[in-house]
């Protein structure tokens, strides 16, 4: 049984429909983008996120377009969920891209698709998804291959008392070496050698040592700072176990060159993915969002202020600061910069300043600008930091300007559901490392947390998320990146309205 307020709220409803009516117009609603299911091969949301999506309201199961305009916007929404949110390698995307096509030959025949429209569903007739995990299998099999024929040769180095000098004489075969480093080594020979002779081209094999006799009470940290012995090679023996290698250097070369063939092919089938993306999602962004015009980057940077300071060749800071003119972007921008300096000084204060000093510390700062509309401007500064080490490391640090309301927009400013919106973006990295890379080495860096997706910047109509060295991937692998549709079909319902209203459109 209903109550008085539902009556009531009933009754007011159907006034409002029938006055709508008698004034020649008809209720409005908005079209929600189509529900995206995940495929088979990701990983589920966390129950967080689950909870938001079943307590978000759900649009109707569409039956069919009524018009050519519903026809385009059911169309443009599975494209969206096709291009965006399907892995291409997954059994869903071969379903998913048969049924477009089917409503789009039916949509078209029906009411015309517009141009646009109709010439990205014929590229996705004629794109032929990449295959990278298969490609990166094979790649990971060269590396294996290489290492099981590098174990059954390991060459042994037979030149470790090169350039040495023969000291006194202890037996009738054995000699005291002092090696150029400074170290000593016994060589046993059957030549003859005088004191103070120098070593040059002699063949030598170390002596497997003897395991430690607890009982003797010989300590293993003794026996491994004792002087090594080597014996010394006859020239024909040394000659059979280096062609004795040669069979496994030939097929460890030709596993090199099989990686490196798979490594060029992988980057070029990365290539022709991320260009077909983008080219599809520069259609999809203003049927989307709507369109924006926005100023070119450099449209809004007026001059770029060079900040440095030099102590001695390898002591020193440079930095570019960009100036736009507007005093809470320049004095925050400013700022960063300042911090970055101290921390120079601080380092300098306990390492100490100028000539001769063995620790280094070298401090560059550059910056790239983004647009995203007339009031959204995206600085990432790239930070190289050396302090003396096995090398230097990369970090960055980013600004999102809300030019509306003189307001950095933070992650947390992007999203109504900031925990759903970290599940998204977790799955999505978690593809992404998997096409570039064969899968990341450090997974816990792409994990639904905030501070992991906390460097980001606003580039048209996507979001791009910066992963330095050592967050996912080792420092070899260098910096990796994440591009993210603002309109991908399960970010977009959780736009937020500040996001929104910077970025204008629809």
């Not at 307590?55 to 599975?78: C, F, I, K, V």
Request: proline letters at 7%; one cysteine or more; aromatic letters at 6%.
């Amino acid at each position: 049984m209903r109550t008085p307020a539902q009556a009531l709220g009933t009754l007011l409803g159907t006034v409002l429909i029938l006055a709508l009516a008698a004034c020649g117009l008809e209720p409005h609603t908005v079209a929600q983008p189509e529900a995206s299911p995940q495929a088979s091969t990701q990983p589920s949301a966390p129950a967080s996120a689950q909870a938001s999506a079943q307590s978000a309201p759900q649009a109707a199961e569409p039956t069919g377009p009524t018009n050519p305009a519903q026809a385009a916007a059911l169309l443009t929404a599975r494209l969206n969920t096709l291009i965006n949110d399907t892995d291409p390698e997954a059994p869903a995307h071969a379903e998913r891209r048969a049924e477009l096509l089917a409503q789009a030959d039916t949509s078209n025949k029906d009411w015309g698709l517009p141009f646009d429209l109709r010439a990205l569903v014929n590229d996705v007739r004629a794109f032929d998804a990449p295959r990278l995990r298969q490609r990166w299998r094979e790649h990971q099999q060269s590396l294996d291959g290489a290492a099981t024929e590098y174990a059954k040769a390991v060459p042994a180095t037979t030149s470790a008392l090169e350039g040495g000098r023969v000291g006194r004489r202890l037996g009738p075969a054995l000699y005291l070496v002092t090696l150029p480093g400074g170290d000593t080594a016994f060589l046993s020979t059957t030549r003859r050698y005088r004191a103070g002779a120098r070593l040059r081209g002699v063949q030598v094999e170390e002596q497997v040592r003897k395991e430690v006799d607890k009982a003797s009470g010989v300590m293993e940290t003794e026996l491994a700072e004792a002087p090594k012995t080597y014996v010394e090679l006859p020239r024909q023996e040394a000659q059979r176990r280096t062609r004795g290698r040669v069979p496994a250097l030939a097929r460890m070369d030709a596993l090199e060159k099989e990686r490196l063939r798979l490594h060029s092919v992988i980057q070029a089938e990365l290539a022709r993915l991320d260009a077909f993306t983008r080219d599809a999602n520069a259609v999809l962004g203003p049927r989307l969002l709507g369109r924006v015009e926005s100023p070119a980057p450099a449209g809004f940077i007026r001059s770029v202020k060079r900040v440095a300071k030099t102590w001695s060749k390898d002591q020193y800071y440079r930095y570019a600061l960009p100036v736009t003119g507007r005093a809470f972007v320049d004095a925050a921008l400013k700022a960063h910069l300042e911090d970055r300096r101290k921390e120079v000084q601080e380092l300098l204060r306990s390492t100490g300043v100028g000539r001769g000093r063995v620790r280094a510390n070298m401090d560059l700062v550059t910056f790239k600008a983004f647009t995203a509309s007339p009031a959204l401007l995206s600085i990432r500064f790239e930070h190289y930091r050396d302090t003396g080490g096995a090398h230097g490391n990369t970090t960055c640090a980013t600004y999102v300007f809300d030019l509306k309301r003189n307001a950095v927009l933070r992650l947390e400013n992007m999203f109504t559901d900031l925990p759903a919106a970290l599940a998204v973006l977790s799955e999505l990295a978690a593809l992404r490392m998997d096409q570039v890379m064969g899968g990341a080495p450090f997974p816990e860096g792409y994990a639904p947390k905030a501070e992991n997706f906390s460097a980001f910047v606003i580039d048209g109509d996507a979001l791009v998320f910066t992963f330095p060295p050592y967050q996912v991937a080792s420092h070899a692998q260098g910096t990796q990146t994440l591009r993210v549709p603002l309109f991908h079909p399960r970010l977009l319902p959780l736009l937020s309205a500040q996001l929104l209203e910077a970025r204008g459109g629809r």
